[in-house]
């Protein structure tokens, strides 16, 4: 049984791209889902599919993209935590690496990038930062 999702997406992710595996899948929650929309917006997967039709057999499978034998994603790092949670405000927003990284919020106008948040001038929790 999981507890946290979006850690266990994480690790799933870090252990793929250290295995340089192509594929990586987990199972299907919205959050999840909506992360790795972000993740794939962002050009740090290839690809996401949604397999299984019931509840209990759903699985989201990640497709990580490469440049010649190198990860997209060199990093990934869970920063809000079950028990800690972090949130930012839109004027708090640090860069991550020098601006050539993503942090992953949760606002209340779903899951985004803080690119998004900043647009549209949103604050919220801050999921995850990769690069």
Not at 1 to 24: E, L, P, Y
Request: hydrophobic share 40%.
């Amino acid at each position: 049984m999981i507890n946290d999702h979006v850690s266990d997406m994480v690790t799933r992710i870090k252990n793929g791209c250290a295995m340089h595996k192509k594929t990586v899948s987990m199972p299907y929650t919205k959050v999840v889902a909506s992360v790795a929309k972000v993740m794939l917006d962002e050009k740090y997967l290839s690809k996401v599919e949604v397999t299984g039709e019931n509840v209990t057999d759903k699985a989201l499978v990640l497709t990580l993209s490469y440049k010649a034998d190198t990860a997209a994603i060199s990093a990934i790092k869970r920063i809000s935590k079950p028990g800690v949670r972090i949130y930012r405000q839109v004027d708090n927003f640090k860069p991550v690496l020098s601006g050539l990284g993503i942090a992953i919020l949760s606002t209340s106008k779903g899951i985004m990038s803080d690119r998004q948040a900043k647009i549209g001038k949103i604050g919220g929790e801050v999921l995850l930062e990769l690069w």
